[in-house]
């Protein structure tokens, strides 16, 4: 009789981990999860560590499948993270064809800024100039004041790098002090 009761003990016990296992599965594979715990997972892993790579590509296969053009395009951002530098340019090549006809502010200041920080981490300081440059004349033409900041700030490190030392303290000086790009919980955070 004891024999019994251990068995039925043993196989309830065994068929509520295995339907507990099973949902945490479900739950874990891609298409369950949304935007935003992909998101979340992904950039509060540190990039070339963990899971990012799988985690960008999953996103990226969601938004495809799903064939929302907004999120596509931030796949390609968050997959360009984890690339080399020719792959990279050719998921910077692929956000920029996606977002063409964009009506948001973003766009494509954005794609030139991600294209000049990622010659910049690559040492290719004119490619980097070249796309900063461009990133702030669509940020200029959009109203941009956070992706206008970014590319004056890019391009002190620029100029920080070839000696301009005076110029470059006065460009993060204004920023650091002049704060209009943030927003308010970023304004709270640097207090």
Known sequence: MMKIKFLLLFLI??????HAQTNNEEKNTPEKRTYEELEKEF???RMGEGNSKSIADD????AKSEKDATHIAEGYVMRHFEENLSDALKDLDSLQHITQNSKE?????RTYLLRGNLYFRNDNLQSALNNYILGLKYAK???NKRQIAMAHI???YLNNYI???AETAKVLR??????DYMNEDEKKRSN
Do not use: N, Q, R, W
């Open 59 to 62: 996103y990226l296969k969601k």
């Open 13 to 18: 016990i065994g068929t509520v981990f295995c």
């Open 141 to 143: 033409e959009k109203g």
């Open 105 to 109: 502010d973003t766009y494509p200041a």
């Open 174 to 179: 204004h920023y650091a002090y002049d704060a």
């Open 43 to 45: 950039y509060s892993t």
């Open 154 to 156: 890019s391009i002190a």
């Open 163 to 165: 000696g301009k030392h």
